[in-house]
């Protein structure tokens, strides 16, 4: 069976800072629809300590989550130098779709619809799938893409990550602070080289009470102005449990998979949720080896600029990484990279990628 490499990557980051003072006039509720009795500098001081957020970006009023995926897509194509002509498949991962100014979510038509009519690409078998998977889409779209090439149903698919999370957020829940827009993307090919690409992955869904712990719910200020209109809601205590319990074993899992221990890692990019997080799970996860000093600089970090895009962090730090745009990170002929992420559902996964 032929393996599936990367060819060519691109990202859109939003020029649009948002800083701290952006949140200083806010009005933070709890969970409980009371007020906090704090001070908003102390509310987004503990914040940054917690999440290292400094910074965030957000998409302009005149752009949308489509313009953005095609502006990746584009740089995508080409960097691989290849006839957009001949994509197979478009999968293009987000949560929320296109979302206009009043936090309207729409996806009809589908949002790689969205995308292939941007780039104006004429062929008809050309197939647009979204993938609709939580903060892990992306990767889980880099696993379907992977199926395809690998049953021979396409040679090249275009893979995208898209969000704009500033327009569905609360503006009473300092949970907002952590979301930001962006969109990565991909173009994935089939290879005869049986020693690169894609060589292991793992997908795991637990869909029972993990079911409440990233949701759509009405504002938590019940005298806002919009008391029918929903947001992306977390319990951010039962994902910090969830993840650190559930991840680590995940990953270990897909590494063995691949024949591998997690001496033969090179990289991991992880899901940029939050950096404490973040940095909890990778310790465990060395820890499941008896490892408990390593180099963090194994797992690159970009939260702290960027915030949270959800299915566009990973193809955003891949394409900075791979074009040479963090500092004293490089991806090297045989490396191994795993991308995992964990999101709503709750849903996890993680693929090991060796470097052709």
Not at 332 to 350: E, H, L, P, R
Request: hydrophobic share 40%.
């Amino acid at each position: 069976m032929p393996n599936t490499i990367i060819i060519g990557s691109g990202c859109y980051i939003p020029p649009r800072i948002i800083g701290r003072d952006f949140f200083m006039d806010s009005e933070f509720y709890d969970e409980n629809g009371e007020k906090f009795d704090k001070s908003n500098a102390e509310i987004i001081q503990k914040f940054v300590e917690i999440t290292e957020i400094e910074h965030r970006r957000y998409i302009g009023e005149n752009q949308s989550n489509s313009e953005i995926a095609y502006q990746a897509s584009k740089i995508a194509i080409e960097d691989a130098k290849i006839d957009q002509e001949n994509l197979d498949y478009i999968i293009c991962a987000s949560n929320f779709g296109e979302v206009n100014l009043n936090g309207n979510q729409n996806f009809m038509p589908n949002m790689a619809a969205r995308v292939k009519a941007k780039l104006g690409i004429k062929n008809r078998k050309c197939i647009t799938y979204d993938m609709i998977f939580g903060c892990p889409g992306w990767v889980e779209g880099m696993i379907l893409a992977n199926v395809l090439i690998k049953s021979k149903q396409a040679k090249n698919i275009l893979v995208v990550g898209s969000e704009t999370l500033s327009r569905v957020t609360d503006p009473f829940d300092r949970n907002k602070m952590i979301f930001a827009d962006g969109a990565g993307a991909v173009i994935v090919t089939a290879t005869d080289d049986e020693n690169a690409g894609i060589i292991s992955h793992n997908s795991i869904c637990d869909n029972g009470a993990e079911l409440n712990y990233l949701v759509n719910a009405p504002s938590l200020n019940e005298n806002s102005k919009n008391p029918e209109k929903l947001y992306i809601r977390m319990q951010g205590r039962k994902i910090y449990e969830y993840a650190l319990k559930n991840v680590p074993p995940a990953i270990k899992e897909t590494i063995e998979q691949a024949g591998l221990s997690i001496e033969n890692i090179d990289k991991i990019l992880i899901h940029q949720a939050n950096a404490k997080m973040d940095y909890a799970i990778i310790s465990n996860l060395f820890k499941l080896y008896g490892i408990k000093d390593y180099d963090h600089n194994i797992s690159p970090m970009t939260i702290q600029e960027f915030g949270n895009s959800s299915v566009a962090t990973i193809p955003t730090m891949y394409d900075l990484i791979i074009k040479n745009k963090m500092d004293r990170h490089r991806f090297q002929k045989g490396d191994n990279v795993i991308f995992t992420s964990v999101g709503a559902g709750m849903n996890i996964n993680a693929i090991v990628y060796r470097f052709p």
